[in-house]
């Protein structure tokens, strides 16, 4: 299974981005899939994810209401919409994909498929 992360850019607060995730080798079907985000000199940190049939989504709390999960299964795509960015935000942004139940999904570790990053860099 392969991931390949695009969209990142520069943008001024308040811009926004779309982030994508082109998933090959399987289905997305079944799996659950997330964005995390390493800002520089900070820890990889949880930004949203789906459940495995995609039903349910969830988000951190400094994203809540700003950036939106979703995924196309006919094009085995996950996407990220960012809106309202802020400089916060600036990060590698990576994909996550695996067969994840709901309690793990925030949990790096245990997603065994990634992408390679795409960054993301907001001005003030």
Known sequence: VQLQASGGGSVQAGGSLRLS???SGRSI???ATAWFRLPPGKEREFVAATSRNG???YYADSVNGRFTISRQNAKN???LQMDSLKPEDS???YCAAGPLITS???TSSLYPYWGQGTLVTVSS
């Open 104 to 106: 793990s999904l925030r």
């Open 21 to 23: 995730c082109a998933v």
């Open 91 to 93: 990060a590698v942004y």
């Open 29 to 31: 079907n079944g799996y």
């Open 77 to 79: 795509t996950v996407y």
């Open 55 to 57: 039903g349910s989504l």
